[in-house]
């Protein structure tokens, strides 16, 4: 079976500074995606990162980054220069290429942003 | 571009009623999806659609669900004799037809089963 965890319930940070959600996952496939989802207090879903497993670079987008580890099986979401509008709880998610494409996620990780 | 639709947004149902939500996917989306999302949980696959076609219920529950995604009109997820367990939120999420990687979901429908 397809799992993913995430081992942080809850973090909590200043604004400005820099944190790292960790994920990790199982699966038997070589060929999948990997997404960060965010889940702010209006409860949309909205996509912040994603990641393609058979490429070796790490996916940026503005002030979020990965890092993959396939052999690991390990996909941590950096954010930096945190903003009060990061505070939510964000989603590892992760589908493979066969079949349905269905997404398997995380229990979630609930980040505070503090002034 | 309009993202995806979720009506309503909140639904409240007694004991026993049904409960109809709806979904209408991104402009040239022909696949949908439908997750279920308990309080304080990630969110669950229940079923994968193309427009008159369900590709993979697996994780549907066998009795009472049921959804639909027909030619013309939205994709409907519709539950009988709802139960206080069924109180969740619902999201619905699209895909274009060659690219079915990403998913793009819709604000989804918090029903709350009294």
């Known amino acids: 079976a397809q799992t993913v965890t995430q081992s942080q319930p809850e973090m909590s940070v200043q604004e400005a500074e820099t944190v790292t959600l960790s994920c990790t996952y199982d699966t038997s496939e070589s060929n999948y995606y990997l997404f960060w989802y965010k889940q702010p207090p209006s409860r949309q879903m909205i996509l912040v990162i994603r990641?393609?497993?058979?490429?070796?670079q790490n996916a940026t987008e503005n002030r979020f980054s990965v890092n993959f580890q396939k052999a690991a099986k390990s996909f941590s979401l950096k954010i930096s220069d945190s903003q009060l509008g990061d505070t939510a709880m964000y989603f590892c998610?992760?589908?493979?290429?066969?079949?349905?494409?269905?997404?398997?996620f995380g229990q979630g990780t609930r980040l505070t942003i503090n002034p | 571009n309009a993202g995806v639709m979720q009506n309503p947004r909140h639904l409240v149902r007694r004991r026993g009623q049904e409960a109809r939500l709806r979904c209408s996917p991104m402009k040239g989306h022909s696949h949908v999806y439908w997750y279920r999302q308990l309080p304080e949980e990630g969110l669950k696959f229940m079923v994968y659609?193309?427009?008159?076609?369900?590709?993979?219920e697996s994780g549907m529950p066998k009795e009472r669900f049921s959804a639909e995604f027909p030619k013309e009109g939205p994709s409907i997820l519709r539950i009988q004799q709802v139960v206080r367990g069924d109180s969740a939120a619902y999201f619905c999420?699209?895909?274009?037809?060659?690219?079915?990687?990403?998913?793009?979901f819709g604000p989804g429908t918090r029903l709350t089963v009294l």
């Open positions: 659609l193309q427009k008159e076609n369900i590709i993979d």
């Open positions: 990641q393609e497993a058979y490429k070796q």
């Open positions: 998610a992760f589908t493979t290429f066969q079949g349905a494409q269905k997404l398997v």
């Open positions: 999420a699209s895909s274009p037809p060659i690219r079915t990687d990403t998913q793009y």
